[in-house]
């Protein structure tokens, strides 16, 4: 009796064994080694062919796949632009004289337009200077340069009060070479005239240069400060522009009257004439070709 249930024991584990076998999916008990990789992969005969692949479901719009994005992936998406942008910005150029001018700036706040940066000029082959040529080049206003040199400076742009005026600009400037530091002021008004067909920008500033003392017996440190006053009438629709004006320097001691005109001919060129007075007596007149692009 006793070897008639070891023998209806053994059958149920064998029948329960092959039902396993035939439900679940063979796994092979031995791990994957470079000699028996060739036991996984198919046969060409069993490899599907081009006629078997849908090739229909990689034919999807890109832009469709937003659609479908929740509201908040979207705003993350397109915020990552802006912050990437808000990192510092290189721009350079070459100049007549042989050197290069880089200019660094990054935005600090966007509130009030703040922005902080730096101007580099970069001489290729600089020449060794003597003390008074060092000295004189400083004083000198448009020496050109015989040295890597670069200014420091911070520049914000706030509104202004009320109906006074609209825009306050302000701008500071370290110059180590040049031991200068500037400071520049402005206060603008807009006034649409005519349904917006002409506009009328009435602007004063106000600038002061500080020369420190330099390493040279008998020069002494001093202040410049400069006045102006413009007023500029826009029309929108040709794209011309007359500007008047007037300015008052602490070394000139007198007011030095302006008068000009300014013509857009296409996108970013214009022409721009001007006669001014100057210190002297005689009049100065200018004629200026202008391109400016932005990218």
Do not use: C
């Amino acid at each position: 009796m006793a070897s008639i249930m070891r023998l209806a024991d053994l059958l149920l584990l064998v029948a329960a064994a092959g039902w396993t076998a035939g439900t679940l999916p063979a796994r092979s008990e031995a791990p994957e080694t470079p000699g028996n990789r060739s036991e996984l992969v198919a046969s060409p005969g069993e490899q599907p062919g081009d006629s078997d692949i849908d090739w229909r479901q990689l034919d999807v719009d890109g832009f469709t796949l937003t659609e479908d994005m929740p509201p908040q992936v979207l705003r993350s998406q397109r915020s990552t632009p802006a912050a990437s942008g808000a990192g510092l910005a290189w721009t350079s150029h070459d100049k007549a004289d042989g050197s290069a001018a880089l200019t660094a700036k990054r935005s600090v706040s966007s509130l009030w337009n703040a922005q902080v940066g730096t101007d580099l000029t970069v001489i290729r082959q600089p020449s060794p200077l003597t003390a008074s040529e060092l000295a004189a080049g400083r004083l000198a206003t448009n020496a050109p340069p015989s040295r890597s040199s670069g200014q420091a400076w911070a520049a914000v742009t706030a509104p202004g009060l009320g109906r006074i005026w609209d825009k306050t600009a302000l701008e500071a400037r370290i110059d180590p070479a040049r031991d200068q530091t500037m400071l520049d002021t402005s206060l603008s008004k807009s006034l649409p005239l005519s349904d917006g067909r002409y506009a009328l920008t009435l602007r004063n500033g106000y600038n002061v240069i500080q020369q420190d003392a330099l390493s040279v017996p008998g020069i002494k440190g001093t202040r410049h400060h400069n006045t102006d006053h413009s007023a500029r009438l826009s029309v929108t629709d040709t794209g011309t522009s007359l500007i008047a004006g007037q300015s008052l320097s602490s070394t000139d001691n007198k007011w030095l009257r302006r008068i000009g005109a300014e013509q857009k001919l296409s996108d970013g060129i214009s022409i721009t004439g001007a006669v001014s007075e100057t210190p002297q007596g005689p009049l100065n007149a200018s004629l200026t070709a202008a391109f400016k692009r932005t990218w």
